[in-house]
């Protein structure tokens, strides 16, 4: 289901045949490096990923992270989108993007739009976390106006991630 259009993207629901797009993402060095390792190795691992974490999120949030494709010719570069996740009161935005397709402004693209979903959608903050040491991240949030507001550390962790805010 497409959720969001840019003039150079589209944002839709993550499927089951994005499979391979996920397990091919999921094992980025960046995605391990600053996201964490999912241990997805196998087709199955990515469907089940799939269907446990953006999809059970859409069922029950209406929102979860989306796939983001090029819209002309529909390939997959990235995922996107809102989360909730436990240990933050409020709803967080998430990006991951094929090392590839870095640095073409395509990530603040897709952010930006994600971000004006969540005002159409009424929420009031939006929060988003990154580790100390993903300079990139950290500077995109900054250019989408995000504040750093100080740190956290989510449940089942250990470590100290920035927390960045921004209210509508």
Known sequence: MKVIETSRLGLRWVEPT?????????????????IGDKGIRTMDDALNYIENGPRAMYE??????????????????GLCGLIKRDGLEDVDIGFAFLMEYQ????????ASATMDLAK???MERI??????DNHSSSKLLEK????????????ND???????????
């Open 144 to 155: 989408l106006d995000m504040k750093l507001e100080g740190y956290v550390i989510l449940p």
């Open 127 to 132: 929060v988003a976390i990154t580790t100390k």
């Open 120 to 122: 159409e959608r009424g």
């Open 158 to 168: 250990t470590e100290e991630l920035k927390k960045y805010i921004l209210d509508f």
């Open 60 to 77: 029950r949030e209406g929102f979860g992270l989306f796939l983001v494709e090029l819209k002309d010719d529909h390939i997959p570069i």
């Open 18 to 34: 994005d499979a391979a797009f996920i397990m091919r993402l999921l094992n980025e060095p960046g995605w391990i490096k600053f």
């Open 103 to 110: 640095s073409q402004g395509y990530a603040f693209e897709a």
